[in-house]
């Protein structure tokens, strides 16, 4: 599994993120991932399929393999999403708590 974040993590943190906290979401072609406005709670690494990510109706960005959604609610004061993600593809991706996210930054200078 590759996401150039994780290179950051030392080896400790990186395996017991990879053993205790990974889960993994899957979502059809066409299915939302996230909408604006929704309260996050997790961030998403994409390990298979195409999402795009909308602001309005304006499409803004797309990503793959390896891309990490949602981590821009962490620098909002809610926690809110700014953008609409839509599966292109099939996709699935490994599920990291906001929490654990949160302690890995602070945990790690290389982070933040």
């Known amino acids: 599994m590759f996401f ?7 080896e400790e943190q990186y395996d017991n993120l990879k053993h205790n906290s990974l889960t993994e979401k ?3 072609t066409g299915e939302y991932i996230f909408r ?10 994409v390990i298979k399929g195409y999402v795009d990510l909308f602001i309005r109706d304006d499409l803004i960005l797309k990503r793959g393999m390896g891309a990490m959604l949602l981590y821009m609610c ?3 004061d ?9 599966a292109q593809s099939d996709v699935t991706v490994k599920v ?4 654990i996210m949160t302690n890995l930054i602070k945990e ?5």
Request: glycine share 2%; charged share 20%.
């Open 4 to 10: 150039p974040l994780f290179n950051y993590l030392t």
């Open 26 to 28: 899957q979502f059809s």
């Open 36 to 45: 604006k406005g929704k309260v996050c709670s997790e961030v998403y690494a």
């Open 74 to 76: 962490m620098i909002s």
């Open 78 to 86: 809610d926690n809110v999403c700014p953008i609409d993600v839509l």
């Open 96 to 99: 990291i708590s906001m929490d």
């Open 108 to 112: 790690n200078e290389n982070l933040k």
